[in-house]
């Protein structure tokens, strides 16, 4: 067992394990010395089918590294960062280290509070519609990150995007391999990763586009027929890239979850690299599409479970 060094990094880890991964398999360690926090990418958890490539790992572990960030900001540290530290391990994602005494402004303590209160919600939004304030900060956010959000609607792509979205599940759904993976990390009732099914959502009996369904419930419901769509897009592409994409992804989040809206992503046009290409062309070819999400206003959902800290924390290599 590893014992966590202060309650600061202690507080930064639970916050970093909350953020959002593909299938929620959690693809993080975090290695510790006294007062860094080394960010791994656990390759044992990339998914084989859907992601050989780790993006979505990467993303995720970006999103985590801005929980973390975050985390040390409003207790009272700076967090200083560096990605890719070590060039000959690029597992190592980021090193982190507390730096001096920080005063947390309101934005950064309003982020923190909501990182415990966002998760992907899998059940149909209401048809309510975002008001302007809401989408120009969540755009905002990615932007402070870096990074673009382009909300469909406001681009006439809402659907050919749909499109894509249905033909790259259509793709999906029809692939044993893709399948087994699922099942594989639809929980049922019981485990500290995966989706259990009080979180997977019903199955879309309409509107126009599928969320992804894990074994969950098999009540069919009909979900809002004008969805809010954004897509994240980074001036470049490459692993360091898609950590930042990570980070500015959670940014939005945690700001739309501040805005009183719920979220989730539909990551099949990601997933199949033709209709990856395809969506990157709708968006002018100039920018590279890192995930695709939804927004609204969600009913009341289940949050998915999370490893213990113990799980995901070792000593780093020669720290003493």
């Not at 469909?152 to 979205?165: K, T, Y």
Request: proline letters at 9%; charged letters at 25%; aromatic letters at 4%.
């Amino acid at each position: 067992m590893v014992v966590t060094q202060s309650p600061v990094v202690t507080t930064a880890l639970e916050a970093a394990v909350r953020a959002p991964s593909p299938h929620n398999a959690q693809p993080w360690i975090f290695e510790l010395a006294p007062d860094v926090i080394d960010l791994i990418l656990d390759e044992d958890r990339i998914l084989g089918v859907c992601d050989p490539d780790g993006r979505e790992a990467r993303l995720a572990c970006g999103a985590a590294l801005f929980n973390l960030e975050v985390a040390i900001a409003v207790a009272g540290r700076v967090a200083d960062v560096e990605l890719a530290p070590e060039r000959d391990r690029p597992s190592l994602l980021a090193r982190v280290e507390l730096g001096p005494r920080h005063r947390p402004s309101p934005a950064e303590r309003r982020l923190a509070t909501a990182v415990p209160r966002r998760f992907s919600n899998r059940r149909p939004f209401t048809d309510q519609a975002v008001p302007p304030a809401a989408r120009a900060a969540v755009v905002q956010a990615a932007h402070e990150e870096g990074a673009g959000l382009v909300l469909l609607d406001e681009h006439g792509l809402l659907e050919p995007v749909a499109a894509l979205i249905r033909r790259a599940d259509h793709t999906q759904t029809q692939d044993k391999a893709f399948r087994a993976e699922l099942r594989a990390w639809a929980k049922g009732h019981g485990g500290d990763d995966g989706v259990p099914d009080s979180a997977g959502g019903p199955r879309s009996a309409g509107g126009l586009l599928p969320v992804r369904h894990f074994a969950g419930s098999e009540e069919i419901r009909v979900f809002e027929q004008d969805p809010l769509v954004a897509v994240l897009t980074t001036p470049s592409d490459g692993s360091l890239s898609q950590v930042r994409a990570g980070r500015a992804m959670q940014r939005v989040l945690l700001t739309a979850c501040d805005a009183g809206l719920s979220a989730s992503f539909y990551s099949q046009p990601m997933e199949i690299p033709s209709t990856q290409a395809e969506l990157r062309a709708l968006l002018g070819g100039a920018v590279h599409p890192q995930t695709v999400f939804r927004l609204g206003y969600g009913y009341p959902g289940v949050p998915t479970p999370r490893r213990p800290i113990d799980a995901v924390v070792r000593e780093r290599r020669g720290a003493r």
